[in-house]
């Protein structure tokens, strides 16, 4: 199982990121998909995640009204739009997969089954 993200990048204050994860190796259809970031220093922390048919969603309320999370199932594609972004939004960018497809929020239901390596987010003001 493979999970690549692509999208990061280092922008200012109030700018927007698209990034993106394909999976490869299993059924994506049949995963619960979150993005997880990690500032230096801080633990990780949840940011949103999307259940197999994108009906349901989820997000850190820190993000909500700025961050969306969709799918493509056809692409095997999980994406996390960011707008309006803040220095607090700094961090490694990880998405992760749930081969339950339980929409995890780490507060304590138990780790993602499957990460990726991650995307460098930069927002300086």
């Known amino acids: 199982v493979v999970l690549v993200e692509s999208g990061g990048g280092a922008v200012h204050t109030g700018a927007s990121l698209s990034l993106s994860c394909i999976v490869s190796?299993?059924?994506?259809?049949?995963?619960?998909m979150g993005w997880v970031r990690q500032a230096p220093g801080k633990d990780r922390e949840f940011v949103a995640v999307?259940?197999?048919?994108?009906?349901?969603?989820h997000y850190l309320d820190s993000v909500k009204g700025r961050f969306t999370v969709t799918r493509d199932n056809d692409k095997n594609t999980v994406f996390l739009q960011m707008n309006s972004l803040q220095p607090e939004d700094t961090g490694i960018y990880y998405c992760?997969?749930?081969?339950?497809?339980?929409?995890?929020?780490?507060?304590?239901?138990?780790?993602?089954?499957?990460w990726g390596r991650g995307t460098q987010v930069t927002v300086s003001s």
């Open positions: 992760a997969g749930d081969e339950n497809g339980i929409l995890k929020m780490l507060k304590g239901e138990g780790d993602y089954d499957y």
């Open positions: 999307i259940g197999w048919s994108g009906a349901r969603r």
């Open positions: 190796g299993l059924d994506f259809r049949s995963l619960a």
